[in-house]
């Protein structure tokens, strides 16, 4: 499968921006779809991750409460609602696709979108 990330952009402290993930290919209801982001110097870090069958979601402590992840079979596509947004969230947004079921490290996913930037400003 491959993976469109897209959605980010400059924001203000306390704003809010929607990430999308766009597949092309079949997501079985097994697989899971994660959100990871990465700072210079940093490994990548897990955000949110959604399974595709149930729905059910899970989030890093940091985002909880103020990220939400979705998912829509019909179009196939993946999305991460960001409010409330800190200067600690600027990063390269990645999504992602694991065939191992859910995972927080990066290494269980095997299909990546390209970064899509989220900055904030103070």
């Known amino acids: 499968v491959q993976l469109q990330a897209s959605g980010g952009g400059l924001v203000q402290a306390g704003g809010s921006l929607r990430l999308s993930c766009a597949a092309s290919?079949?997501?079985?209801?097994?697989?899971?779809m994660g959100w990871f982001r990465q700072t210079p110097g940093k490994e990548r870090e897990f955000v949110a991750a959604?399974?595709?069958?149930?729905?059910?979601?899970y989030y890093a402590d940091s985002v909880k409460g103020r990220f939400t992840i979705s998912r829509s079979t019909a179009e196939n596509a993946a999305y991460l609602q960001m409010n409330s947004l800190k200067p600690e969230d600027t990063a390269d947004y990645y999504c992602?696709?694991?065939?191992?079921?859910?995972?927080?490290?990066?290494?269980?996913?095997?299909?990546w979108g390209q970064g899509t930037l989220v900055t904030v400003s103070s």
């Open positions: 992602a696709r694991s065939r191992s079921g859910l995972s927080y490290t990066y290494t269980a996913y095997d299909s």
């Open positions: 290919g079949r997501i079985f209801s097994s697989h899971v």
């Open positions: 959604v399974r595709w069958g149930s729905g059910n979601t």
